[in-house]
């Protein structure tokens, strides 16, 4: 089992930047990927950012050039830099891991972008 604790949500102006945490419970070094989903109200939930444990990464169209995603695998921890935010990435962000086995999710976090 691997419990995913997230941090770093909050509400922020359009245009402004925030960094989303998320520390697993053992060692990140047999995760396949980690990474970040988001849900909006209503909608479904959607890929935001990924990272492989060879060090690749995947992002959504709509996010790249403006969001990050990074590992560091001696904190077990996966980052999610954000910058120049808009009104549409409001949404619940979540956590994801995946090893060979099983997929996990972390509890969400919220992030707000006021106009």
């Known amino acids: 089992q691997v419990q995913l604790v997230e941090s770093g949500g909050g509400l922020v102006q359009a245009g402004g930047s925030l960094r989303l945490s998320c520390a697993a419970s053992?060692?990140?070094?047999?995760?396949?990927?980690m990474g970040w989903y988001r849900q909006a109200p209503g909608k479904q939930r959607e890929l935001v950012a990924t990272t492989t444990s060879g060090g690749s990464t995947n992002y959504a169209d709509s996010v790249k050039g403006r969001f990050t995603v990074s590992r560091d695998n001696a904190k077990n921890t996966v980052y999610l830099q954000m910058n120049s935010l808009k009104p549409e990435d409001t949404a619940v962000y979540y956590c994801n891991v995946n090893t060979v086995w099983q997929m996990y999710w972390g509890q969400g976090t919220q992030v707000t972008v006021s106009s």
């Open positions: 053992r060692s990140s070094s047999g995760f396949v990927a």
